[in-house]
């Protein structure tokens, strides 16, 4: 199996920084896409920032501008720098990754277990 983990959330006031990363593990043979979504409570999950192995890059008009999406594929790790936070960034950030694993030669979505960001003054 694949697992994805999710670390670097926190409470901040409004304007500043956090840096997420999701470090995946398992039977990867692969990973394709990874990407950041974002669910606030009694909310729509809405999608954030989509990476491909590649390195390209798209991002939810809401974040253009202030959020950077990376990856370092050596270590199966996507990241998301956050800048310039509001308090309508508050909510739980869950990682995703489509993986071809060592039993399979198809790809599979797989997601981290979620972190909780909070801006508030």
């Known amino acids: 199996q694949v697992q994805l983990v999710e670390s670097g959330g926190g409470l901040v006031q409004p304007g500043g920084s956090l840096r997420l990363s999701c470090a995946a593990s398992?039977?990867?043979?692969?990973?394709?896409?990874m990407g950041w979504y974002r669910q606030a409570p009694g909310k729509q999950r809405e999608w954030v920032a989509t990476?491909?192995?590649?390195?390209?890059?798209n991002y939810a008009d809401s974040v253009k501008g202030r959020f950077t999406i990376s990856r370092d594929n050596a270590k199966n790790t996507v990241y998301l720098q956050m800048n310039s936070l509001k308090p309508e960034d508050t909510a739980v950030y869950y990682c995703?990754?489509?993986?071809?694993?060592?039993?399979?030669?198809?790809?599979?979505?797989?997601w981290g277990q979620g972190t909780q960001v909070t801006v508030s003054s």
């Open positions: 990476i491909t192995r590649g390195g390209s890059t």
């Open positions: 398992g039977s990867i043979r692969r990973i394709y896409a």
């Open positions: 995703n990754a489509e993986v071809v694993t060592t039993e399979s030669g198809m790809g599979y979505d797989y």
